[in-house]
């Protein structure tokens, strides 16, 4: 560890909450329970096997409803809504059960992510109106509501699964969370195309696009409601088998550990070390999955309508290929599982974009000649596809580890909520551009191959978009510590909060009253309101009786440790290479080294730690009566310390 640059002892200056260590498992009972963790990795395998299959499944229901619908067949507004309802919900799902899964537990919001997605596909499969219209808005709507089940097991599962890697295996975590999410979600997604296949062959064999808009009429040999009904019908299978499999999961030993702490509950510190320390890799975690549920979700959605315009395929063939492709595919999120660790995040991310931007811009390049040669068509596109999983296995793992077990899920759920927001935007414009693109402004014919070339163009700038932004804002945290991570965060919480007392004057509650000021009788909302309909003093003394509650969740007790810790310096690295050249270049290179050795040693211990246990005690050091010495009589040189705007 490198010595700090302060005049105290290197063991002095390091502190993590006294609660925090006792949160942890003692030494002799930190037997980590094989079968809860086998039985966690069990739940989120088939959960995520569920969520493949409720986001694949409407794929050929889609280019299904397209051909013998005349009322979508006619309606880009209608068909942007079916693509797009999964994705509403989950959009909502990801906000509302990632604050559930930090402050409920993970257990608690799976158990329902589960009800919702099973009460959805009831309303799908039972779906039926007056007119057309009105049927297809009930299967809206019932998908809406499977979404925001699934969006929950975003926020609920991956963190979970996330902590529980971390007690597996430190140095294999990725790859153990990417083969039970990704690499599981994806063979969700095939699921759907075998059993469509079936029922493609037995109930609709024989449509091809726009037979409605033709005829006017569902074509006789066509039963569509079998084909649909049975598809959100058969899902209901393994949505049952899931619900029962959850109700024996548990929260992971980190989230028992930081819920047991913090007793469940925010306060403004977290806010404000979010807004100032987290916002380089907000950039990561947000623009990523933006950009990249952009481009997928809507290549994915229509492509089946894609793949009929070029090679006039019927549903049945298309189904055959979509089958074909996925299976090929599967080899995409394993191959990046595997390399995943050892490449590290940011380059197998980096590699992702530019595999993809690059091969777009040849996919645009040879479009025209491509779309007359149906078996090379699909094959080039399977092959491209392959490697879109090196962008999303990071763009999933990143924000389950940047963030600490307090807001992890919170902050998977905005994060991922974003990308929902990108599929969303994605899905909905590509009918609009297909057709404004094109010449004759149809989706028919060459004139909507022009369309699509040059939809082509546009996606290949906005895969170079996310190859410069994973270059800068994509956070490193292959083989770290979350524990360690978990640690720094109390640190910058303690020392904001001793700086915040500082300032106003206040003292810490007495010994006796330090559980009471630590649930606190004010909110922020009663600061905001108090500061805009109430009295100055009322508002003076909330604000006083706030700062009091911040020190007590610190464990602060003391006035000598306020104001050792309020003259601690405050280090802290997000691993991304934006924040390191900014650092080299307004503090020298030396500095901004000394910088990042001073925040990482923060988290030393759990970020070393190569055992399952839980790290070992950091001493508060002002515990110890010599650091308490130092303490009152100025121990601290501030000459020493670095000064604030010299922090990205």
């Known amino acids: 560890m490198a010595d700090p640059i302060v005049d105290i002892a290197p063991d002095q200056i390091y502190r993590t909450s006294q609660e925090f260590e006792n949160s942890q ?80 537990g993970r257990k608690a919001g799976l158990i329902m992510c589960s009800s919702l997605v099973i009460l959805g596909s009831v309303i799908s499969v039972a779906a039926n109106g007056a007119t057309t219209d009105g049927m297809f808005w009930m299967i809206i709507i019932g998908r809406a509501v499977v979404g ?189 599982s595997l390399v995943v660790d050892r490449l590290g995040r940011r380059r197998t991310e980096m590699l992702g974009w530019f595999w993809l931007a690059s091969t777009q811009l040849i996919t645009a390049g040879v479009y025209l000649k491509l779309a007359k040669h149906a078996v090379g068509y699909v094959i080039w596109t399977t092959f491209v596809f392959i490697f879109q999983y090196f962008v999303f296995i990071p763009v999933y793992l990143v924000p389950a580890e940047v963030y600490p077990t307090r807001i992890r899920a919170t902050m998977y759920g905005w994060s991922s909520a974003m990308g929902k927001v990108g599929g969303i935007v994605g899905t909905t414009v590509f009918p609009y551009m297909w057709r404004g693109f094109s010449p004759d402004h149809s989706e028919i014919g060459y004139g909507g191959l022009i369309g699509l070339r040059r939809v082509q163009w546009f996606y290949a700038g906005l895969e170079y978009l996310g190859f410069i932004l994973a270059v800068l804002f994509v956070p490193e945290y292959s083989n770290v510590g979350l524990r360690g991570e978990d640690k720094r965060y109390l640190e910058l919480r303690t020392r904001y909060a001793a700086r915040l007392a500082k300032k106003y004057g206040v003292l ?83 500095a901004a080294e000394e910088y990042i050795r001073q925040a990482r040693s923060l988290g030393e211990s759990e970020d070393h730690q190569v055992s399952q246990d839980s790290g070992d005690s950091v001493a508060d050091p002002l515990k110890d009566e010599t650091a308490k010495e130092q303490a009152t009589t100025g121990a601290i040189s501030s000459h020493t310390l670095l000064d604030d705007s010299h922090k990205p």
């Not at 790859?175 to 095939?190: A, D, I, K, Q, T």
């Not at 509650?549 to 003391?558: A, G, H, P, Q, V």
């Not at 691993?575 to 307004?586: A, C, F, G, K, P």
């Open 25 to 104: 498992p003692e030494d002799g009972k930190q037997q980590l329970d094989k079968s809860y963790l086998r039985f966690n990795a069990i739940g989120t395998a088939l959960g995520f096997l569920v969520n493949g299959y409720m986001y694949q499944v409407g794929a050929i229901l889609l280019t299904l409803y397209t051909d013998v619908y005349h009322t979508v067949n006619d309606s880009s507004f209608l068909q942007s809504a079916l693509s797009t309802s999964v994705l509403y919900g989950v959009l909502f799902g990801l906000i509302i059960f990632g604050f559930i899964a930090d402050i409920v």
């Open 148 to 336: 925001l089940g699934m969006g929950g097991e975003y926020t609920c599962n991956v963190p979970n699964v996330m902590e529980d890697s971390e007690d597996v295996s430190r140095k294999n975590r990725g790859r153990r969370v990417s083969l039970l999410v990704m690499f599981m979600e994806v063979v969700g997604n095939n699921t759907p195309s075998v059993l469509q296949l079936i029922l493609v062959a037995a109930a609709c064999r024989n449509v091809y696009i726009d037979t409605a808009a033709k005829t006017g009429v569902v074509l006789p040999n066509c039963h569509p409601q079998v084909v649909w009904r049975l598809s959100y019908g058969l899902g209901l299978i393994p949505c049952v088998i899931v619900l029962a499999i959850r109700v024996r999961m548990r929260d992971s030993a980190m989230f028992e550990a930081d819920a047991k702490l913090r007793k469940k509950s925010y306060d403004l510190l977290d806010l404000y070390v979010i807004l100032r320390h987290f916002s380089s890799r907000m950039m990561g975690t947000v623009f990523m999955w933006f950009f990249i549920d952009w481009i997928n979700y809507s290549q994915g959605n229509f492509g089946g309508v894609i793949l009929s315009s070029i090679i006039g395929a019927s549903l049945f063939k298309i189904a055959w290929i979509g089958l074909s492709q996925g299976v090929v595919l599967q080899t995409g999120p394993l191959i990046s």
């Open 508 to 590: 810490p509650a007495h010994a006796d009253d330090q559980e009471a000021t630590r649930l606190g009788r004010y909110s922020v909302w009663n600061l905001i309101g108090r500061k805009l309909s109430g009295t100055r003093e009322s508002y003076e003394q909330a604000k006083m009786e706030y700062i009091r509650m911040l020190l007590s969740r610190c464990s602060l007790e003391t006035s000598e440790q306020v104001d050792y810790y309020a003259n601690a310096p405050i280090y802290y690295d997000d691993r991304t290479l934006i924040s390191h050249w900014y650092r080299r270049w307004t503090m020298g290179k030396e």
